[in-house]
Structure formats: structure tokens, C-alpha cells
């Protein structure tokens, strides 16, 4: 197998990234380089276009993606991917925020990377056959998108199995019955006493029966 280290896509196009911030006060370290293994690989310098096919593997220091066929927009010096398409046995395994494992698998997964007026879009659209699966359960789609800046999930024509039976765990408490201090109702309507004069109750009965 052909191994192709890769800093910023390619070392021969792009340098060091430069550090992320969230505040221009705290920087953050660099980015640790991502490392992509295939049998094969084509560059395009002009349309600046990678191309990497047979038992591609790349190696995020977020993910970790495998498949036959990547394609990838290369960056410029000190820029960012920002359209990746991969294809064929696509399998995507990560660990979010709170060191939970995530897999996915699907026939096609797009990434997609672009800042818009300050704001940051990362997202990964997974078609044909897309699954997620995490300890809660497993979800499948068509499509699945995967908002890696908002770390949120949208399925179409979603089907969800849950590892844990909600309706047990709904169930299965130990609230106490609720207590009121209402009397025993002994009868279908309230009966009102009033002082109302005879016949007053007659048109009020009619006033609420007629529309």
C-alpha cells in the first residue's frame, strides 16, 4: 500500500495550519496534520484536485474515515479542506466531546467546510444506506447530515432502535401519586346553590344550551 502523508491535504501545496481560536485573546495549539494511506493517488495541480483510490484510510485527530474512492478539493497554503467526497464502503468512526463513539457507514459521505459572515458550517452528508450508530442506539436515514459545528444530527426518512426501552424506564419510578384537596366528585356536574329567584336558573340553563 502506498502511504501519502499529508499536512493540510498535501505537504507539497499546503504549510502548517494556522491555529483555530475561538478568542482572538486564547490561541489554541496547531492542528495536528492528517495522514491519508491509499494505493493510489492522482493530483491535479491546475484544478487543485486530489484524487485516492484502493483501501483509502484517513486519519483526523477527530476521525477516522475509510473507503475505495476519496476526492478532495486541495487547499491552499495555510487553508483548510473544505469539500471532501468519499465513496464505496464508506465507514466514519469518531469520538464527540464527551468521549462517546460514533460510527457511521453509508455509500457516499460529503464533507463540507465554510465560514459565512463569522460563522463556521462543517457537515457531513452520508447517502445510500447511511447508518449511525452510538451506545444510545442506531440510526438510519437517506440522508443523514452530520453538523459537526452545531454537533447536531438531521435524518430524513429516519428509523431509530434504541438500546434502552424507554417505555420501562418511563415506568419504572418511584414518584409518589399526586395528593389533592379536592372533595369526591358524586356526580357528572357540580350542583351550584344559589339564591338566584325560581326561574332565573331556567333561562340561565337556556342562555348556555342555545348557541
Keep these: 500500500m502506498k502511504k501519502i502523508y499529508l499536512i493540510a491535504c498535501l505537504a507539497v501545496l499546503a504549510g502548517s495550519l494556522p491555529a483555530q481560536t475561538n478568542d482572538a485573546d486564547t490561541p489554541k495549539p496547531p492542528r495536528p496534520p492528517t495522514l491519508i494511506n491509499s494505493d493510489s493517488a492522482d493530483f491535479d495541480l491546475t ?10 484510510r484517513v486519519d483526523d485527530p477527530q476521525m477516522t474515515l475509510t473507503c ?41 459521505a460529503i464533507y463540507d467546510y465554510n465560514v ?5 458550517n462543517e457537515t457531513v452528508t452520508l447517502t445510500g444506506n447511511a447508518k449511525m450508530e452510538n451506545s444510545q442506539g442506531t440510526l438510519t436515514g437517506e440522508p443523514i447530515v452530520w453538523d459537526r459545528a452545531k454537533n447536531r444530527l438531521t435524518a430524513t426518512n429516519q428509523k431509530m432502535v434504541f438500546n434502552q426501552n424507554i417505555a420501562s424506564s418511563l415506568t419504572n419510578t418511584n414518584a409518589p401519586a399526586a395528593k389533592t384537596n379536592l372533595p369526591p ?13 325560581p326561574g332565573t336558573i331556567q333561562n340561565i340553563d337556556k342562555m348556555i344550551i342555545q348557541p
Excluded at 484544478?47 to 483509502?56: D, F, H, S, T
Excluded at 366528585?185 to 329567584?197: E, F, G, R, Y
Design 47 to 56: 484544478a487543485r484536485r486530489a484524487v485516492y483510490r484502493g483501501n483509502v
Design 116 to 120: 459565512q459572515d463569522g460563522v463556521t
Design 68 to 108: 475505495e474512492l476519496l476526492t478532495a478539493d486541495l487547499p491552499h497554503t495555510g487553508g483548510l479542506m473544505k469539500h471532501i467526497v468519499a465513496e464505496t464502503n464508506v465507514v466514519i468512526d469518531s469520538v464527540d466531546e464527551k468521549g462517546q463513539t460514533n460510527h457511521a457507514t453509508s455509500d457516499k
Design 185 to 197: 366528585k358524586t356526580s357528572d356536574w357540580p350542583i351550584t346553590k344559589t339564591n338566584t329567584p
